[in-house]
Each structure stands twice: as C-alpha cells, then as structure tokens.
C-alpha cells in the first residue's frame, strides 16, 4: 500500500458539502478532491486524461463559448439592439480585457463553469461603469464566505489571500442546493473517474506484461546465480524485453499468470464508464461517440440529436450567462430594460426541413417579412421582400382592405360561374 492510499482524507474535508453548507461563513461547492475508493487521486489534471471526461467537457466550453451573444434594450414596441459603445457589447463581444478576446475569455469561463460548478472573473470599474472582466482560476478560490447580505470571496494570489467584494465578482454557477455555489461535477464524479484511471491503470499493466510470467528453477541459485538473473531480466535498466517475452535459460520453467483483458472485463468496464461520466454532465454519451448499437440510435435523427443536446444540456448554462451577466455588470436601474440572448439558430440550422416549415409558416401570417428570412439564411437582400405578407395569395398587409372591398356582386356573380 502506497503512503497516500493510507491516508485518511475524510478527515481534512470534514463534514461540509455544497448540498448542507451553514446559513453563514465559508460556502463550498461540494466533495473535495482525495483518495477514492479505487484507490487512485482525482485531480483536474487527471480527469482530463480521461478521454470521455475530454471529451463531454471539450464539447460544452466549444459549443456554449462560440455562440452568438446579443444584447438588446426593451422598447415600447418591441427591443433594439444595443449600441455598439455600450460597456457589454465592448466587453463580451469585442475585448473583456488586454489579455485575452471575448472568445477566450468566455471559453475560461465555461471551463471552469463546466468542470467545477462555478466560474470566477473579477471586475474592473471605473465609477459605475465595468471596463474590464479578467477570469480567476476556480482551484485558487480558496473559500466564499457568506457575511450577512454580501458574499466575500478569498482569491489565493502570489502575495496571499485576496478578498474580493461581491461587485467586484463575475461568477457563474451551476444549480446548487443554496443558490450561493454551484455543485462541482468534478467534486461529485470522483469516484466514478476514479474506477475509469483504475481501469486504465489496469489496462496499461495488462499491455506491458507486468507479472504476466514466472521463472522456475529446480534448485537456490547461488549469488552468482542470483547476480547474472537479476542483470538479464530486472537489475539492469539497459535490458529490454521484446513483446514482454523472456530468453529461458537452462533447466528454467515458464509459467504464464497474465490475465487477459477480456477475463478482466476490462473493455466492459472501460465502455460502462463512458455513458456514466456522460451523465454528470447531461451529455448524451453518442455526441462523443461513447455508445454504440440501439443506445446511438436515439435519437431517431441527428437533427433530434442536436436539439435534445441543445435543451437539455447546453441551454442551462446560457441562460446562467445571459442572468450573470444582467445582475453583475448593469444598474438595478439599466437591468430593467436591457437583456442579453444566446442565438441559438446556428445549432438547429442542419435540421433544414423543420426550419424550412418555420419560415414558411412566419411569412404566411405575416410575422416575419421574406428579407428578414434570407439575412438568417446569410443571404443578399432582394428589392420588395421587406413587405409582410399573408397567406391570402401573398398580398401585402396594407392591401388587404382593398380585396375585402371586393362589390358583394362580383363575388355573387363569381359563385354562380362556379356553379
């Protein structure tokens, strides 16, 4: 048994959790990092070497961070676009800060959002106005502290601990028991990721052939004996074993003991977890092509596919964003009227016969105009498509009291003919 696995990590986390934190002090956001029952040590950096982990997070931070952000201001008859001047649009779309594009800064943010639950970034004002957003390191967080009606946060810095005033703080969170810290995926899957880095482990002894053969002998070798065997075939680095066989020497026996992977359950055990890390993450595990057979075959579409994914699985953390956003960076005042939007349209685009069906439908009652319809689809505008039409032959709105108009005779006289 190795000196960490005898370590009992129970007792530095002590009885604190994100689902039972105290009504005030330290907050957290759930089960902190040791030794599992697998006996293995789950870190960041562990997880991440394990593929499906990769891959569930790569897919969220990729997708979430690259959608169309906009920002509009309710109107009397409607909403209008903000200005391009206005302190959101320069810092969530243009430049959060000097170090970084308002890509890469929301790609920080939703790997640390993805991965712990919560996501940190401190906020530079000039009077009431934020000028800059610089992402904090969610493991460097050292406790959020909960003081009458004001979060405090403790930031571990080079020089010490910083503490940060909740205006100071952009922080997104994941769904949580308190509504003050968001649950940890990575706190809580643990155990599951440390079953997949023991199979791992497992199957990495299995394919270099660690105690996969004995040598018998007869008799005690003497130490001459004992000198030459451990130079041929384990004291002396330099020996290399080819495919993991063994010269035999002499009167030697060779005895394999190896178990094959297959009687391990190995690949079983490994595909089981890769739906199972899956689900901490609300990622249907064939978007990362983790299942096979009937479980790939749900959805029936992949249209379907990317819509389920799409409302189950990425639309939380974009209305996280689009809230966090609001209540961190405007005015109680300014909150009131202005309002942030994920375009989500670029996601469902592939489904082309249920998007085809929308339009039509939008311009045959008149609620969206033909030019509205071809700058989604990224294409010129044509001179007369900005005109509402309905379904009546596609007359234009303002047209349609003149067909109303129509004398009662013509119209008797027209049923007549068709009798």
């Not at 430049?95 to 939703?110: C, D, E, G, I, S």
Request: net charge neutral; charged share 20%.
């Amino acid at each position: 048994m190795s000196f960490w696995a005898g370590i009992n990590w129970s007792l530095f986390s002590g009885n604190k959790g994100a689902l039972n934190n105290p009504d005030k002090g330290e907050q957290v956001a759930g089960p902190t990092f040791g030794m599992t029952k697998a006996r293995v040590v789950v870190n960041d950096e562990r997880a991440m070497k394990i593929s499906a982990f990769f891959a569930c997070v790569r897919l969220l931070v990729q997708t979430g961070a690259t959608m169309p952000l906009s920002f509009f201001t309710k109107t009397a008859v409607g909403r209008e676009p903000l200005t391009e001047d206005h302190q959101l649009v320069n810092l969530l779309k243009y430049r959060p800060n000097t170090l970084m594009t308002a890509k890469q800064f929301r790609q920080a943010m939703f790997t640390n959002r993805v991965m712990r639950g919560n996501a940190y970034a401190v906020i530079h004002w000039i009077g009431s106005r934020p000028v800059s957003i610089i992402p904090l390191k969610s493991d460097l967080m050292q406790k959020v502290e909960r003081s009458g009606n004001e979060l405090l946060y403790h930031y571990q810095k080079p020089d010490g601990i910083k503490v940060f005033r909740q205006h100071e703080i952009f922080h997104l969170k994941g769904f949580s028991a308190d509504g003050v810290m968001g649950l940890s995926p990575l706190g809580y899957a643990r155990e599951a990721l440390g079953l997949s880095v023991a199979a791992d482990e497992s199957a990495s002894k299995s394919i270099n052939g660690v105690a996969r053969a004995t040598l018998s002998l007869d008799d005690y070798p003497d130490a001459a004996q004992k000198e030459q065997l451990r130079a041929m075939y384990g004291g002396d680095e330099t020996v290399e074993f080819k495919d993991n066989l063994m010269i035999i020497p002499g009167g030697m026996k060779y005895q394999g003991v190896g178990i094959n992977p297959d009687d391990m359950q190995l690949l079983e055990s490994r595909q089981f977890q890769v739906p199972e890390i899956c689900r901490f993450f609300g990622v249907p595990a064939v978007m990362i092509d983790g299942a096979a057979g009937a479980t790939a075959a749900w959805p029936a579409s992949y249209e379907q596919q990317v819509l389920s994914f799409l409302t189950f699985g990425l639309r939380p953390y974009l209305e996280e964003w689009e809230d966090t956003i609001i209540n961190s960076l405007l005015s109680p005042a300014e909150a009131k009227t202005i309002y942030a939007e994920h375009n989500v349209e670029g996601l469902l685009r592939t489904d082309s016969a249920a998007r085809s069906t929308f339009y039509s439908t939008m311009v045959q009652n008149g609620i969206m105009s033909r030019a509205e319809v071809r700058r989604k689809e990224n294409l010129s505008p044509k001179e007369g498509s900005d005109e509402l039409t309905v379904q009546v032959n596609m007359t234009n709105l303002e047209d349609l009291p003149k067909v109303n108009e129509k004398p009662k005779q013509e119209m008797a006289k027209e049923q007549t003919n068709v009798t």
